[in-house]
T-cell receptor
Framework: DQQVKQNSPSLSVQEGRISILNCDYT??????FLWYKKYPAEGPTFLIS?????DKNEDGRFTVFLNKSAKHLSLHIVPSQPGDSAVYFC????????????FGKGTLLTVNP | ETGVTQTPRHLVMGMTNKKSLKCEQH?????MYWYKQSAKKPLELMFV???????ENNSVPSRFSPECPNSSHLFLHLHTLQPEDSALYLC??????????????FGPGTRLTVL
């Protein structure tokens, strides 16, 4: 049973527009959430994270929003650039075992020039 | 070399072979991880080492045997694998397994095919 779900396997947006990647979770013990980006033939690289005490975290063009009541988080990329084209993974960890990340299946983002 | 490196990048082996995957981190981290990514599935945590001690074995079959001789190196010894073990094996490291050290740095992975 998947505890972290990324229901959209792929997303295509135009350069300059906003990309919104979604993630849902079922485990109420999760209190820390991360987004990783993965290019082909490379390992995932950390992008941005958010603790459950916050509802928003921003880093340049990337913003993560957390809605605890809905057990939902989203990653906004604005403006989107062709170099953002990659697979984006949502991950979560629980209090007391924060090194144990549970990942979603990923969403392939394609940003068209 | 920087970051986390893995060798080999690709490996094809028969079910009776014995092979090893190697991971090295150049980040001065104290925790290392093995993950498995099968097709159409999320990354699955296999093993976690903290200061060369195994702290997590996520119900992994004994045909996978990890070894962490020091905090910079991690091996995954493979023996009598099955075709369903074919996957991308990713190594990662983090500063610690303690609080506030969730960020893990990944290597490029080894693509394993078991015939």
């Amino acid at each position: 049973d998947q505890q972290v779900k990324q229901n959209s396997p792929s997303l295509s947006v135009q350069e300059g527009r906003i990309s919104i990647l979604n993630c849902d979770y079922t485990n109420s013990m999760f209190d820390y959430f991360l987004w990783y980006k993965k290019y082909p033939a490379e390992g995932p690289t950390f992008l941005i994270s958010i603790s459950s005490i916050k509802d928003k975290n921003e880093d340049g063009r990337f913003t993560v929003f957390l809605n605890k009541s809905a057990k939902h988080l989203s990653l906004h990329i604005v403006p989107s650039q062709p170099g953002d084209s990659a697979v984006y993974f949502c991950a979560a960890s629980a209090r007391g075992s924060n090194y144990k990340l549970t990942f979603g299946k990923g969403t392939l983002l394609t940003v068209n020039p | 070399e920087t970051g986390v490196t893995q060798t080999p990048r690709h490996l094809v082996m028969g079910m009776t072979n014995k092979k090893s995957l190697k991971c090295e981190q150049h980040l001065g981290h104290n925790a290392m991880y093995w993950y498995k990514q099968s097709a159409k599935k999320p990354l699955e945590l296999m093993f976690v080492y903290s200061l060369e001690e195994r702290v997590e074995n996520n119900s992994v079959p004994s045909r996978f045997s990890p070894e962490c001789p020091n905090s910079s190196h991690l091996f995954l010894h493979l023996h009598t694998l099955q075709p369903e073990d074919s996957a991308l094996y990713l190594c990662a490291s983090s500063q610690s397994t303690g609080p506030a050290y969730n960020e893990q740095f990944f290597g490029p992975g080894t693509r394993l095919t078991v015939l």
